[in-house]
C-alpha cells in the first residue's frame, strides 16, 4: 500500500513521468562503479570549463544511472571544497538548484551526496585545511537555495 501511495505522489507531480524515469532508470546499471566515477568527474570538467548546465544534465541522464547520482553530488561538493575560486562555487551551486529543480537528483540521492561528504571531512580536511568552513558555507547557501532540507543542513560538521 505504501509503494502505491508513493507512486501515486510521484506520478501526479509536474514531470511526473519523467521524474519516475529518473527514480528506476532503465539500463545504465550494467557500468562498473570506476567507469561511472570516471564519467561523473569528467562530467563535472567539462561543465567547469563551459557553463553549460543543460549539456551536464543531458550527460547524466545518459548514463542511466539515477541510483548512483549521488556520486555526483559528492564529487560537485569536494571539486567546491579543493577550490579556491569564486566562481567553482557558484557553478557547483547553480549545477545542483538546476538539477534539483529539474528533479534530475532526487532528495535520497542529494542526502547521501551530502551525507558521504560530511563523513570524510575529517579525511578530505588533511588536504585541504579551509574545507569545513567552505561546506558550512556551500551546506548554507545550498540550504538557502531550497536543494537540501533544514535537517541535512543541522547535520553539517563544523570544526
Same mark, same amino acid.
Given at each position: 500500500?505504501?509503494?502505491?501511495?508513493?507512486?501515486?505522489?510521484?506520478?501526479?507531480? %509536474?514531470?511526473?513521468?519523467?521524474? $519516475?524515469?529518473?527514480?528506476?532508470?532503465?539500463?545504465?546499471?550494467?557500468?562498473?562503479?570506476?567507469? *561511472?566515477?570516471?564519467?561523473?568527474?569528467?562530467?563535472?570538467?567539462?561543465?567547469? *570549463?563551459?557553463?553549460?548546465?543543460?549539456?551536464?544534465?543531458?550527460?547524466?541522464?545518459?548514463?542511466?544511472?539515477?541510483?548512483?547520482?549521488?556520486?555526483?553530488? #559528492?564529487?560537485?561538493?569536494?571539486?567546491?571544497?579543493?577550490?579556491?575560486?569564486?566562481?567553482?562555487?557558484?557553478?557547483?551551486?547553480?549545477?545542483?538548484?538546476?538539477?534539483?529543480?529539474?528533479?534530475?537528483? %532526487?532528495?535520497?540521492?542529494?542526502?547521501?551526496? #551530502?551525507?558521504?561528504? #560530511?563523513?570524510?571531512?575529517?579525511? $578530505?580536511?588533511?588536504?585541504?585545511?579551509?574545507? #569545513?568552513?567552505?561546506?558550512?558555507?556551500?551546506?548554507?547557501?545550498?540550504?538557502?537555495?531550497?536543494?537540501?532540507?533544514?535537517?541535512?543542513?543541522?547535520?553539517?560538521?563544523?570544526?
Amino acid at each position: 500500500r505504501a509503494a502505491l501511495d508513493r507512486a501515486t505522489v510521484l506520478l501526479s507531480m %509536474t514531470k511526473g513521468g519523467k521524474r $519516475i524515469g529518473n527514480v528506476w532508470g532503465s539500463g545504465g546499471g550494467q557500468q562498473s562503479v570506476k567507469h *561511472l566515477v570516471k564519467e561523473i568527474d569528467m562530467l563535472l570538467k567539462e561543465y567547469l *570549463l563551459s557553463g553549460d548546465v543543460l549539456e551536464a544534465e543531458r550527460c547524466l541522464q545518459e548514463l542511466e544511472v539515477p541510483h548512483f547520482h549521488h556520486e555526483l553530488v #559528492y564529487e560537485a561538493v569536494v571539486i567546491v571544497l579543493e577550490s579556491t575560486g569564486e566562481k567553482t562555487f557558484k557553478m557547483m551551486l547553480d549545477l545542483l538548484k538546476s538539477l534539483w529543480k529539474s528533479s534530475v537528483i %532526487t532528495v535520497d540521492q542529494m542526502k547521501k551526496g #551530502y551525507e558521504r561528504v #560530511y563523513c570524510e571531512i575529517p579525511d $578530505i580536511n588533511l588536504d585541504v585545511p579551509h574545507s #569545513y568552513s567552505v561546506l558550512e558555507r556551500f551546506v548554507e547557501e545550498c540550504f538557502q537555495a531550497g536543494i537540501i532540507s533544514k535537517p541535512l543542513r543541522d547535520l553539517c560538521p563544523s570544526r
